[in-house]
């Protein structure tokens, strides 16, 4: 996968500067979103390599599974527009709206959204349809998203957030530490180090550690929806319900243990990682109960 | 029972990178598109050649540093002597089924 997504960002990276030190501005801005359509396109056409052959043998799920893609494109699409548009419309300056820079944003936003996605998908779309093979795909669907949001945390969105940044003040100005990839971040935590061993780096060590939690965090949240749906039953009357309290649980839980690890009070590491552990634990602490239900001993 | 071995099969578009390995010798992936003419796409093209380089049929590596500061290396493509061999074989095949072929 590296070996298809890398050049893609590198050509796309380099004929951007290219553009921008010839002065060609619009041409720049058009190689921003051809190239971000480029690496969606790259990292679709991976994910469907990858899934093609599971579903031409799963054909007894081929609805629920149908049913839950859909729900994860409507659900991700939509709460990815609502994340992109909500730091778009906090700008302190009134500017008319521009779709080339909200499209900027999209980047940062699409990790958040697809956790709440893939939650959705599979508490909605595979409601009483949980079986192995419904299962495996289900989990196969959560790796590819987290590494789609990986290589968005550690690679497009810093990219996207300069490009936004470029382009609302006017002119190039330097990175800041969200505008950093992820190699650049883990090298800044050192140089920090080096120069002073006892300087924690600990906001940069928080970013860090929070990029790669969230890229497991599709994966997390989709082992809990299975979990939940194994014991929900077909109904989905208590499932949307069941999907805002769990996107919005995993979320004040993130924010609430980054605060902690930005004052402090708790390690970088512990701070990025605790939401994704706190879910895991609970899921593992289900997980008998909901294998009880599927095998039918209980209810 | 030992396996059959598996005969190397070409796309177009693999075809395509092929011969415009052999007429460039080597490319990075926006170059394709643009060599080809349209007939390569930008986001198409990476996986097509990461596909052939599982099969063996090209290989990459870095370019040693960034030509200017700021951006990533790029990866440059080759066509390997088995991807040369097969372009060669898949011409010589399609010219004697298709007669047309090449005029």
Same mark, same amino acid.
């Given at each position: 996968m590296e070996r298809r997504v890398e050049p893609t960002l590198a050509d796309w990276q380099n004929e951007y500067l290219d553009s921008v030190r010839q002065g060609r501005y619009w041409t720049s801005h058009w190689i921003q979103f051809a190239g971000m359509l480029a690496v969606l396109k790259v990292v679709a056409l991976i994910a469907l390599e990858q899934s093609a052959y599971a579903l031409a043998h799963d054909p007894d799920s081929r609805w629920a599974l149908?049913? #839950? $893609?859909?729900?994860? &494109? #409507? %659900?991700? &699409?939509?709460? $990815?527009? %609502?994340? #992109?548009?909500?730091?778009?419309? #906090?700008m302190p300056v009134a500017r008319p709206i521009d779709l080339q820079e909200l499209l900027l944003l999209i980047p940062q936003a699409f990790p958040v959204a697809?956790?709440? /996605?893939? $939650? +959705?998908?599979?508490?909605? /779309? !595979?409601?009483? =349809? %949980? @079986?192995t093979r419904t299962i495996v795909a289900a989990l196969t669907g959560a790796v590819i998203?987290?590494?789609? @949001?990986?290589?968005?945390? /550690?690679w497009l969105a810093p990219s996207s957030n300069q490009a936004y940044r470029t382009q609302v003040i006017g002119h190039e100005i330097a990175r800041g530490d969200n505008e950093l990839t992820l190699g650049e971040l883990g090298t800044r935590i050192e140089q920090i180090r080096a120069f002073d061993? @006892?300087?924690?780096?600990?906001?940069l060590s928080v970013l860090y550690h929070t990029r790669w939690a969230l890229s497991v965090t599709p994966l997390v949240l989709a082992m809990f929806a299975l979990v939940l749906t194994g014991r929900s039953g077909r109904t989905t009357m208590l499932n949307l319900p069941a999907t805002l309290l769990v996107s919005s649980g995993f979320a004040l839980l993130l924010v609430w243990t980054n605060n902690l690890a930005f004052r402090g009070s708790v390690p970088p590491l512990l701070g990025a990682w605790l939401p994704n552990l706190t879910f895991a634990t609970v899921t593992a602490a289900l997980m008998p109960w909901s294998l009880r239900h599927r095998a039918g001993i209980v209810g | 029972m030992p396996?059959?071995?598996? *005969?190397?099969t070409l796309s177009r578009k693999e075809s395509l990178i092929l011969e415009l390995l052999v007429e460039h010798e080597q490319l990075y992936g926006l170059e394709f598109v643009a060599a080809s003419r349209r007939g390569l796409k930008r986001g198409t093209v990476y996986v097509t050649l990461g596909r052939m380089e599982d099969k063996g049929f090209i290989t990459s590596w870095l370019e040693d540093a960034p030509p200017r500061a700021g951006g990533l290396p =790029?990866?440059?493509?080759? +066509? $390997?002597?088995? &991807?040369?061999? *097969?372009?060669?074989?898949?011409?010589?095949?399609?010219?004697? !089924? %298709?007669?047309?072929? /090449? =005029?």
């Amino acid at each position: 996968m590296e070996r298809r997504v890398e050049p893609t960002l590198a050509d796309w990276q380099n004929e951007y500067l290219d553009s921008v030190r010839q002065g060609r501005y619009w041409t720049s801005h058009w190689i921003q979103f051809a190239g971000m359509l480029a690496v969606l396109k790259v990292v679709a056409l991976i994910a469907l390599e990858q899934s093609a052959y599971a579903l031409a043998h799963d054909p007894d799920s081929r609805w629920a599974l149908a049913k #839950a $893609t859909m729900i994860f &494109g #409507a %659900v991700t &699409g939509t709460a $990815t527009a %609502v994340l #992109a548009w909500i730091p778009f419309n #906090a700008m302190p300056v009134a500017r008319p709206i521009d779709l080339q820079e909200l499209l900027l944003l999209i980047p940062q936003a699409f990790p958040v959204a697809i956790p709440i /996605g893939l $939650t +959705a998908a599979i508490l909605l /779309g !595979l409601a009483g =349809r %949980v @079986s192995t093979r419904t299962i495996v795909a289900a989990l196969t669907g959560a790796v590819i998203c987290s590494m789609m @949001s990986f290589l968005t945390l /550690g690679w497009l969105a810093p990219s996207s957030n300069q490009a936004y940044r470029t382009q609302v003040i006017g002119h190039e100005i330097a990175r800041g530490d969200n505008e950093l990839t992820l190699g650049e971040l883990g090298t800044r935590i050192e140089q920090i180090r080096a120069f002073d061993p @006892s300087a924690p780096a600990r906001r940069l060590s928080v970013l860090y550690h929070t990029r790669w939690a969230l890229s497991v965090t599709p994966l997390v949240l989709a082992m809990f929806a299975l979990v939940l749906t194994g014991r929900s039953g077909r109904t989905t009357m208590l499932n949307l319900p069941a999907t805002l309290l769990v996107s919005s649980g995993f979320a004040l839980l993130l924010v609430w243990t980054n605060n902690l690890a930005f004052r402090g009070s708790v390690p970088p590491l512990l701070g990025a990682w605790l939401p994704n552990l706190t879910f895991a634990t609970v899921t593992a602490a289900l997980m008998p109960w909901s294998l009880r239900h599927r095998a039918g001993i209980v209810g | 029972m030992p396996r059959k071995a598996r *005969v190397p099969t070409l796309s177009r578009k693999e075809s395509l990178i092929l011969e415009l390995l052999v007429e460039h010798e080597q490319l990075y992936g926006l170059e394709f598109v643009a060599a080809s003419r349209r007939g390569l796409k930008r986001g198409t093209v990476y996986v097509t050649l990461g596909r052939m380089e599982d099969k063996g049929f090209i290989t990459s590596w870095l370019e040693d540093a960034p030509p200017r500061a700021g951006g990533l290396p =790029r990866r440059i493509y080759r +066509a $390997t002597p088995l &991807g040369r061999r *097969v372009l060669s074989a898949w011409t010589e095949m399609a010219r004697q !089924l %298709v007669p047309q072929f /090449g =005029r």
